[in-house]
């Protein structure tokens, strides 16, 4: 079993930066792969960053390429979402999760999640 859990959210001006962290307990492996997904009030939950953990490879969605980082600690079994240049649309609670085997993944079909982080960006 896995347990994932986000932090680094809060309340940030447009144009500023955050930065989450997803602190992953039990029994990781190197083949996993992790994301980071997002879902505003009233609109589905959307892929936003993933990592293949022990290979090192990262996939961005086009809202967020050039915006965003995302990047892994092996040894402290914590992924990072570096978020910059934030707009308001970016706001939405935020979603680490984890997936078995290596390949990124865009759908929702990760095998854990955590329970969620608020960004919210004003304008």
């Known amino acids: 079993q896995v347990q994932l859990v986000e932090s680094g959210g809060g309340l940030v001006q447009a144009g500023g930066s955050l930065r989450l962290s997803c602190a992953a307990s039990?029994?990781?492996?190197?083949?996993?792969?992790m994301g980071w997904f997002r879902q505003a009030p009233g609109k589905e939950r959307e892929f936003v960053a993933a990592?293949?953990?022990?290979?090192?490879?990262?996939y961005y969605s086009d809202s967020v390429k050039g915006r965003f980082t995302i990047s892994g600690d092996n040894a402290k079994n914590t992924v990072y979402l570096r978020m910059d240049s934030l707009k308001p649309e970016d706001t939405a609670v935020y979603y680490c999760?984890?997936?078995?085997?290596?390949?990124?993944?865009?759908?929702?079909?990760?095998?854990?999640w955590g329970q969620g982080t608020q960004v919210t960006v004003s304008s």
């Open positions: 039990g029994r990781m492996f190197s083949s996993y792969a």
């Open positions: 999760a984890a997936k078995k085997g290596p390949s990124i993944r865009l759908s929702l079909e990760y095998d854990y």
């Open positions: 990592i293949s953990w022990g290979i090192g490879n990262t």
